[in-house]
């Protein structure tokens, strides 16, 4: 169980490292002053792309639903994270990003009925303080419309994950489906935006294309699947405690391959950051004796995993304790659903994204 966990976290924060090369790609190869044509080239292809391959649309309540996590996740995050890069100085849009684990936390606890934790509260104090001695420079007055914005694009994020999480998936539907139903929906948001703003593409050289390649698919529809799939399996706090890997991975970035330094104040606000990306990981999780989570087959379905005893640790809140023996099963994400009985044994059904009542 321990080992399938800290894969999984893994796995999860493979998704704020790559949005972590964001910044160097964007500087090196990229177009200048077009963020807004920079977030529909990374949204739109990459949304189109997954909904070829999962041949899967929403249907019904799914249609809005969608649409809102689309416009939360990525529509109106994207562009307003790009305008406070662009206005606000030395790294403090980062700084304002780095809040998000505490508005989760916040958000938690009215959308999904998880009390807040010191430990929580404490732990995204130190992640914040921690980026802000990696990122801050010495800089001129504020931006108010990039304080405003990076807020926005922050809130936008953190809300678009904790309602991730409170509205799971459609039974049947898996993260990579959900995950290009969002960005095509993103995309669309954005696509008259940019072209009212920015007017026509720019002409793009062959590293340009590289770049936007690689920003549409292994930075967002790959890093944007893998964010997902964590939030179906793991809390929301936990999740969004990743997200300072961002900034960390960025100064990385910039030391190793743009020559940048990296003082020893940085070095200890690093520290201070990747050790409460890892105290927010710690929270407890319905404990399976052996892993049980669903499988994505073609299609964007998931396929039923093989059942598992379930230890329960106490019921979550508005749901019924889950027991091999019962009829009903947990998994690994605290959503329940009926067994499935063949030849005298229950096999259970996969119904993700039902939120845990617990913290972290």
Known sequence: MAANRATLIALTALAPVSWGTT????TEFLPPDRPLFTGLVRALPAGLVLLALVRVLPRGAW??????????????????????????PGGMAAVVGSVGPLLVVGLSAL?????????????????????????????????VPGVVAALASTASMSTGTVLTKRWGRPEGVGPLALTGWQ????????????????????????PAVGGYLYLALANTAIAYWLWFRGIGRLTATQVTFLGPLSPLTAALVGWAALGETLTPLQLAGMALAFGATVAGQTGPLTRTARAAEPSEGPGGTVTAPRPART??????????????????????????????RRRGTGAPGTKPGAPDARTG
Request: hydrophobic residues 50%; without cysteine; charged residues 10%.
């Open 23 to 26: 910044y160097a790609v964007t």
């Open 63 to 88: 249609w809005w639903k969608a649409t809102v996590l689309g416009a939360l996740n990525i529509g109106a995050f994207f562009p307003l994270l790009f305008l406070s890069a662009y206005r606000l």
């Open 183 to 206: 960005l095509t929906a993103g995309g669309l948001l954005i696509a008259p935006v940019a072209f009212l703003a920015e007017g026509a593409p720019p002409a793009l050289d062959a």
């Open 311 to 340: 230890i329960s640790s106490g019921p979550s809140s508005g749901s019924r304790p889950g027991t091999t023996g019962s009829g009903r099963v947990a998994d690994g994400a605290g959503g329940r659903r009926p067994a499935e």
């Open 111 to 143: 959308l999904l009925g998880q009390r807040p934790t010191v430990r929580n509260v404490i732990t995204g104090a130190v992640a914040a303080f921690g980026v802000s001695l990696v990122v801050l420079r010495a800089a001129g007055a504020l931006d």
